[in-house]
Each structure stands twice: as structure tokens, then as C-alpha cells.
């Protein structure tokens, strides 16, 4: 992020550094922006440099990291719904049927704090990162809320779902969360005054994931319908259905430059969308069961699936093409998420297991077992050297 002043006014400009790996040459790199960029003049370059390679010594490490059971919390009295961490990882952030959100220090596994208020189900959290200030909740009990991180206090109660809210999500300027229900409905909700800002009408049947771009300006949402509608953000207007699934979506997500949507469903298959005109670009084939997640990686040139089959599968965005085949569970993996440096790949399944992968080779690294019952939820940290597993056993476990 570079920071500016013009005219009196603090701007900031974003340099992307999708293509930047570990054999990467820095000079050549930097020379490259430099000639493209004006803002970075020649006095700055060698300090562009410096940032330039830290990022890349960030980008090898941990790449043999072993990661080693360090908690586990006996979370909630009823089963747990869904595990979320911070950008940090310092902190992280469980719900659970017992109607409450808790708030947990990583590095110590002790409970920071309560979110009590819902009158049912807490089943889908989030943080608004990067800033990791707020918590929402949705429930179903079809209302939102908004929480300080710091006091556990309730800012707003978000009513107007007619029926369970199931996803919900911060647009990446934290100043909008947007809830997908049962209703058919998703709904655009203001962080700062707690209004209703758009009402999301278009599905013909539940809303089960949504996510925004990394730029905030568009919205997807996944339905049982078996389509995923793109939204201008701004005006809550439609801007493309995407139809072509012939089953339940089961996720939909952009990739880093807002280029790609990806979509799973499960009628077994992930589709690749253009994300400018709507259109169909490929089907990636292969899984014999639907697909329960799929994801990019962070700089989008890797796609991984992963399925009811017991398998997960890593393709190129580029070529479309299978790369790897995960195979070793017992069970459905039902979650599936690169780490930040894009060489790993961590799997979550109903065979009580975690796993972690070569994102190139597909070989199985590390089992993460001790949880009883099936893993539903499994993230790492945006440093990827600290991984929670979220099991129905009604434990969190913290690896590091």
C-alpha cells in the first residue's frame, strides 16, 4: 500500500504482488514498478526493495512446519457451528447451538469473552478483517448482531429476516455485513447507524453462502436454487445470474484480482465464471460425489476442491487442468483452505481427521487427529503457522 497526500488529502494505492515467489528477482521486480508507477521515485526504491524482500522471506517460510496439538477447549455445553479467526490469529471466535458466540486468545486457549443475546442457534460469525474490531452473529432466531471485540458489548440488533440467517460478511472496508437467510433473501446492513441498506431479492429458494469482492463494489450469492447472483454492492441492483449448476451451490467466491467467480455445487462439479460479463469459462470435472468447498488461493492461480468423495483436487486457474489428486480420508471433506504462502493446503473432514497437503505435489504432509466426532470447520492463521480445527465433538483444537 503506498500512502499519499494530494491536495491536502491522504490517498493510498495498492500494488499487487500476485506473481511474487520465492526465486523471484527483487532488482528486476522493483525496477519494473518503479518505471510503472511515478509514485515511487528513485530516492524511494531501495526502501520498496527492503518490503519487497521481507515478503518474500515470508513466502518460504514454515514450508516444513510440523504442527503439533497445543489446546484443546472444551468450547460450548451444545455442539459447535462455526470457527472463525482474526486476520493476527491472536484471537478467534466459536458458535454454537447453546446461542452464544465466544471469544478466545490463541496463544494462551483462554475465553476472552461471552456474546450472549440470541434466542436460538449462533450459526454464522465472522470478523471484519483485517480490522478484527467487530463480531457479527447471525442466528436463528433471524436476527443479526454487531459486537465489540474489545467489550463483548452489542452495537446492533439486525431485524427484518423472515427466516434463519445461515451466512453473513463484511465488505473489506468493514463498512457494510451482509446476511444470507432461509428467506430467499440477503440484506445489506450499515455498521455505523445499524439500517437496513438493501434488501437482495432474486433466489427462489435459500440462500447458503455470500461473499464480497476484495474491492467491496459486487456481492455473490450461492443458492439451493442452483444459481449464483452477482450484485452491484452500491446500488443493491442484480448484475449477473450465473446458471449453468444443476444442484445446490454449496460456495461461491471471487478470486483476488475480481477477475474469476468460482462456483461448487453438488451436482459434483465446480464452474469457472467470468466475472465481468457472467459467463461460463469451465467446468472442472472429476469428483464422483458433490462438491462440499472450494476455494482460490490468495493470489488466485490455484483452485482446490473438495468433496464428498472422501477426495479434494487442486487445479490451475490458468489451464483449468488437475494438478493434484488428494486422496487419504475415510470421509466427506466438507472444508478445504490454502495458506497465506499458497504452499499448503489444509482439509477438514468427517473422518474425525485434519490433514495438511503439498499444494504442488498433493502428498499428504501431516493427520491432525484426536477429535472424536467429524471435523466441520478448519483455518489457518494469516502467518499459516497455526491452524484451529472446529469438530462435533464440541472441541476447538489449537495446532502450532
Not at 432466531?141 to 440488533?157: A, F, I, N, P, R
Not at 493434484?324 to 473422518?351: V, W, Y
Amino acid at each position: 500500500m503506498l500512502e499519499y497526500e494530494k491536495s491536502g488529502e491522504l490517498k493510498t494505492k495498492s500494488i499487487d504482488l500476485l506473481d511474487l515467489g520465492p526465486s523471484t528477482d527483487v532488482s528486476a521486480l522493483v525496477e519494473e514498478i518503479h518505471q510503472a508507477e511515478p509514485l515511487i521515485t528513485a530516492s524511494r526504491a531501495e526502501q520498496v526493495k527492503l518490503l519487497i524482500q521481507r515478503l518474500q522471506e515470508k513466502l518460504g517460510q514454515h514450508s516444513n512446519h510440523t504442527f503439533y496439538l497445543f489446546k484443546v477447549l472444551k468450547a460450548h455445553i451444545l455442539p459447535l457451528t462455526n470457527v472463525a479467526l482474526n486476520k493476527s490469529g491472536s484471537c478467534f471466535i466459536t458458535g454454537s447451538y447453546d446461542r452464544t458466540c465466544k471469544l478466545w486468545d490463541t496463544a494462551s486457549g483462554e475465553e476472552l469473552n461471552t456474546l450472549e443475546g440470541h434466542r436460538n442457534v449462533v450459526y454464522a460469525i465472522a470478523f471484519n478483517n483485517p480490522y478484527g474490531d467487530k463480531i457479527a452473529t447471525g442466528s436463528f432466531d433471524k436476527t443479526c448482531k454487531l459486537w465489540s471485540v474489545e467489550t463483548g458489548q452489542c452495537y446492533h440488533t439486525f431485524r427484518g429476516h423472515r427466516a434463519e440467517i445461515v451466512c453473513l460478511s463484511f465488505n473489506p472496508q468493514s463498512t457494510l455485513v451482509a446476511t444470507g437467510s432461509m428467506d430467499t433473501t440477503a440484506k445489506l446492513w450499515d455498521i455505523q447507524n445499524g439500517e437496513e441498506v438493501f434488501t437482495l431479492t432474486g433466489h427462489s429458494a435459500e440462500i447458503i453462502s455470500l461473499s464480497f469482492n476484495t474491492s467491496g463494489d459486487r456481492i455473490i450469492t450461492g443458492s439451493f436454487d442452483h444459481t449464483v447472483i452477482v450484485w452491484d454492492a452500491d446500488t443493491g441492483r442484480k448484475v449477473h445470474t450465473l446458471i449453468g449448476h444443476c444442484a445446490e451451490i454449496s460456495s461461491a467466491l471471487f478470486n483476488w484480482d475480481c477477475s474469476l467467480i468460482l462456483t461448487g455445487s453438488m451436482d459434483k462439479t465446480c464452474m469457472l465464471w467470468d466475472a465481468t460479463n457472467g459467463k461460463c469459462m469451465a467446468t472442472l470435472t472429476g469428483h464422483e460425489d458433490e462438491i462440499l468447498d472450494s476455494c482460490f488461493d490468495y493470489t488466485g492461480k490455484l483452485i482446490a476442491t473438495a468433496s464428498a468423495d472422501g477426495t479434494a483436487r487442486i487445479f490451475s486457474a490458468a489451464t483449468r487442468k488437475c494438478i493434484a489428486k488428494l486422496e487419504g480420508h475415510e470421509g466427506d471433506i466438507s472444508k478445504i483452505s490454502f495458506n497465506p504462502q499458497g504452499n499448503r493446503l489444509l482439509t477438514g473432514s468427517s473422518d474425525k481427521t485434519a490433514r495438511i497437503w503439498d499444494a504442488q505435489t498433493g502428498q499428504c504432509l501431516q493427520v491432525l487427529e484426536g477429535h472424536t466426532d467429524e471435523i466441520f470447520s478448519c483455518a489457518f492463521n494469516y502467518t499459516g503457522n497455526i491452524v484451529i480445527t472446529g469438530s462435533k465433538d464440541n472441541t476447538c483444537r489449537i495446532w502450532r
